[in-house]
Each structure stands twice: as C-alpha cells, then as structure tokens.
C-alpha cells in the first residue's frame, strides 16, 4: 500500500518536472525570431527619493507579448533565455532600447534620472559587452552617469576575477553598479568590498513585512547601517504600503521602490509621474 502511494507520488513528480520542461521547451521555441517580430517592450518603474519623493532613477523592466503564447512574464521567459543564452542578444536589445529612449526624453525633467537596467552573467563574460556599452550610450548621445547595470550575487560568484575586472572598467567608464535582491544570493558580505559597486538593492523579501517582524526590521535597519558604513546607495525594493516606505526612510534608506511608488509603467506615464513629483510648478504634461 505504501509501495503504491510513493510511485504514486513519483508520478506526480515526473508530471510536473514534464510540465515545466515542456513549458520551457514550448517558450524557446517561441523566443526564436521574437526580437525581429518586435514582440518585445520595455517597462519603467520609478525609484525615488526616500526624503524627497523625487524621482531618481528609473529601474528598465522587459515585457514580452508573444505572437504563439500572448503576454509571458519575465519569471517563465528570462530562466530560459539563460539557459538557451539567447539571453545575450535579449540584452543587448534591452540596453540599446533603454538607451535609445532615454536618448529621446529631451523634457530637462529626466535629465538627472539614472536609467537601470538588469544585466545577466552571460552578458558580462562576454568580451565585447564593455564595448557594447559604451557604444550605445555614445549612440544615443547619453553620458555613463545616466547608466546603472543591475547585477545579482549570482553573478559575482559565477567568475569573480573576470566580474571585478570587467566592473572595474565600467567604473572607470563612468557606469554605476547594483547590487540587485540582496540577501536572497549566496555571497558572502566580503563580496561587497571585493567588487566595485555604488547601489545595494534590499530584496523584497525582507521590505515585505517589514512593519510586522521584529526580526526583518532588525535585519533590514543592520542592511542600511552596513550599506552606508561602505559608502554605498540604498534602494528598498517591492514597497507597497505608507507605512514600510516611512520606516525605510526613517532608518536611513536613500530610495525606495515598489507599488506604492509607481508600477512599472510605460515611458509617456514615466513623464507624467517625473512632472508630479518635480518641484516644477510649471510642469504641465
Ligand atoms: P528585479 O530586477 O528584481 O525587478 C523587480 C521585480 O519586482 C519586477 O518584476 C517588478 O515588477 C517587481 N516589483 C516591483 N515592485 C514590486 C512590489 O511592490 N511588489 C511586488 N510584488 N513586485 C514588485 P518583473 O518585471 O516581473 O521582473 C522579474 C525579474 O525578471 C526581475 O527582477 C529581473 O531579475 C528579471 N528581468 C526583468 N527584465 C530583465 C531584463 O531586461 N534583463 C534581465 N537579465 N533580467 C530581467
Ligand atoms: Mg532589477
Ligand atoms: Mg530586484
Ligand atoms: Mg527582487
């Protein structure tokens, strides 16, 4: 009987693992051709002051709407990309788009806004991607200041000498380094010393409840407290109430973002938000 239930199981297991593997199939199929179909778009979502309310940066999102499977979320496509390491050309499509609009945003109310965008491990270790860089950021008539590359903790570990190396040039460029979800990876705190970084990004995980566990609030306000003793910009990811976004400013932390923000949203309401938070009376959008 219980020989029976645990193949039973087994089945259930093997289904799912089915599931997911055609599902991943299904998705690399579809990616192919999808950036000259033009399936792709980029979202913003708005990071702010913590003090002020203004907005500072801007966080690139992508979207996918896919001509076989209709709208697919960055969860199910971006796993498969890296696996495929289609995720390479999707990035470079990604840096460039981003650039190019932020190239077009000539409303002086942008002009200080830094532009962030994610970077994957395959991209940094490709040799050209410095080049490819500073490329599109002449291209599009940007300086490197406006730049941000998001990267995760994953990615430092994955090959640490050629990262340092890599970032170090793009330091030297002018481009800032994020440090993306911090704390659900698995580096270690001497990381944060060892690569040129300027922003830690709290994971959401620990702004989630925030206002009701002892024990996150104590290791968010330990996150803030290291983060500035290295000298670096505090970004608290996934706010979605007044209440954590007061706590998060009272402890110190420089810029939020989350839905109690903005949402991701596209670039025409980006300007829209910019104008309502600019302390620009005449601003009118
Ligand atoms: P991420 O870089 O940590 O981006 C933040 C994610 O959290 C976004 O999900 C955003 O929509 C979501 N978010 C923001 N505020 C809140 C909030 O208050 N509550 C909740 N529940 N969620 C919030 P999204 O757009 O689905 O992207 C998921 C992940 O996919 C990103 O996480 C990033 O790792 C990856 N991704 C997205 N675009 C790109 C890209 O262009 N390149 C690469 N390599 N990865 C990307
Ligand atoms: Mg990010
Ligand atoms: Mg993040
Ligand atoms: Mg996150």
């Given at each position: 009987e219980a020989k029976k239930a645990g193949r039973g199981e087994q089945r259930v297991f093997n289904?799912?693992?089915?599931?997911?593997?055609?599902?991943?199939?299904?998705?690399?199929?579809?990616?192919?051709?999808?950036?000259?179909?033009?399936?792709?778009?980029?979202?913003?979502?708005a990071i702010t002051n913590a003090h002020t309310g203004k907005l500072t940066k801007v966080e690139a999102l992508l979207r996918w709407n896919s001509s076989l499977l209709g709208p697919?979320?960055?969860?199910?496509?971006?796993p498969v990309a890296e696996d495929s390491g289609m995720i390479v050309e999707l990035g470079t499509w990604v840096l460039e788009e981003a650039c190019r609009q932020v190239g077009q945003w000539k409303h002086g109310l942008l002009d200080d806004v830094t532009i962030s965008i994610n970077v994957s491990a395959w991209q940094l270790a490709d040799p050209g991607f410095v080049a490819l860089v500073a490329q599109a950021l002449q291209r599009n008539g940007l300086s490197p200041r406006?730049?941000?590359l998001e990267l995760t903790e994953r990615v430092l570990i994955d090959d640490?000498?050629?990262?340092?190396?890599?970032?170090?040039?793009?330091?030297?460029?002018?481009?800032?380094?994020?440090?993306?979800?911090?704390?659900?990876?698995?580096?270690?705190?001497?990381?944060?010393?060892?690569?040129?970084?300027?922003?830690?990004?709290?994971?959401?995980?620990?702004?989630m409840d925030i206002e009701h566990s002892e024990r996150n609030n104590k290791l968010v306000h330990a996150i803030i407290a290291m983060g500035q003793s290295l000298g670096l910009q505090l970004v608290a990811e996934g706010v979605e109430t007044a209440g954590q976004a007061a706590i998060l400013e009272k402890m110190g932390c420089h810029y939020l973002q989350g839905y109690h923000i903005s949402r991701p949203i596209p670039p025409d309401e980006l300007l829209r938000f910019a104008c309502a938070r600019a302390d620009a009376p005449e601003c009118a959008i």
């Open positions: 289904d799912a693992m089915n599931a997911a593997a055609k599902d991943a199939l299904v998705i690399d199929g579809a990616l192919r051709g999808a950036i000259e179909a033009g399936e792709f778009y980029l979202v913003y979502q697919v979320t960055p969860d199910r496509f971006i406006q730049l941000e640490a000498a050629n990262v340092r190396a890599v970032l170090g040039q793009l330091r030297a460029l002018g481009v800032g380094i994020s440090l993306d979800d911090f704390g659900t990876g698995y580096s270690s705190l001497s990381y944060l010393t060892q690569f040129q970084l300027n922003t830690l990004k709290i994971d959401r995980a620990f702004v």
